[in-house]
């Protein structure tokens, strides 16, 4: 076993801005009056607002307007892809580069964090209303914060220890420190909500809450993985990204030696993969995709960080054969176009080939009159989606309650 201190991280240990950088990148800001920005934020999370206060020195007020409209304003700020949402939007990018927007969030939730600051308040319209979400991830998290903040007593179940979904099981410590998570957890039990952990939900124990619950919403993730159908899929060492990610961050880095590392896949879950494993002391560390460099799925950050790690990505090969007598040694691919063949030796081989609903989530997908959302809804999108659709759900469940 090796215990690996790398991936224990801390806020304090991420790149953020000071109180200068903050006011110089504010201060780049067109105080755009359509704000762009703020319609590019899928979650409503307005950037455009919270970054006029930060450029007025109000940072309070900006903390408080993201976590008045996102409950998961701190670890959004991490994990956003902002490079294709609010700062794609942004009007700088015409004349320079956009507003590091994401950096800007960071900043204004460090403070809130630092200064212990609380904004939220649980009202009195719906104080005889009770709602059960099912699933601790972002959709139900954002959907008990509105619930809760219009007064309505909510519960929320999840088949883990801890609550954050693929928050805290699935992104690495390195992208989004426990800590964060926690600050965002936090506010919701702030507002009064329920969290009964270690418990999953059967669709027999579903049909009961329905009967003990005014509502139901369900925001199950994604937590079944996909495999691939080639020999030798079933070897020892054949790991998928789920089980590794989950493993890795539940055991705080204490995993076994993983040899050389192949990783197939080239989205931003194979990067997590890759730095992971590299953090985790792997001898060689290869990822190899279908795609070309170019339209491979990961956002052009977490490339470029994978590149700095050193881990040589390799293109346009698709994986046929896995070998090896019992336990996996090594990993024959075919190229996409050409049909040459290249093989490489693993001890540990790593599938982020996407993910699925698992069979027991899909079937509350059937159920009728549930409000759903997250993958459940969507098939797997960001995070900032998923807080969106919570935040509908939320709204059309008290739209119910007025009747
Ligand atoms: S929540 Fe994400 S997408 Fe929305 S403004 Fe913040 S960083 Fe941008």
New binding site residues.
Partial sequence: MAQKESLVYEPEQLEAYDFRRAMEEASRCLLCEDAP??Q????????GSFIRSIRFKNVTGAAET?REN?I??AS??LI???ER???AACSRCGIDKPIE??KL?QYAMEHERLTNKTFLTKGDTFTDKRVACIGAGPASLACAAELAKAGVEVTIYDEHSEAGGMLRYLIPPYRLPDQVVNQDIAQLEKLGVKFELNHKVSKEELAKLRTEYDTVFVGAGMWGAKTLPIPGADLEGVVTAIDFLSEARTNRGEVKELGNVVIIGGGDVAMDCAATSKLLGATHIYDVFVETLEAAPAVQQEKEFVFQLGVPMISEFKPVEFNGNGKVQRVKFEHMTNGSTMEIAADTVILAVGQKLREDASTFKEEEGLYIGGDLLNGGD?V?RA?NEGKEAAAKIMESFRG
Avoid: E, K, R
């Fill in positions: 920005c703020s590019g934020c899928p979650a409503g999370t307005d950037p993201i996102n998961l304003g959004c700020a956003c892809p902002q949402l609010c700062q927007i994401g969030q960001t900032v807080v």
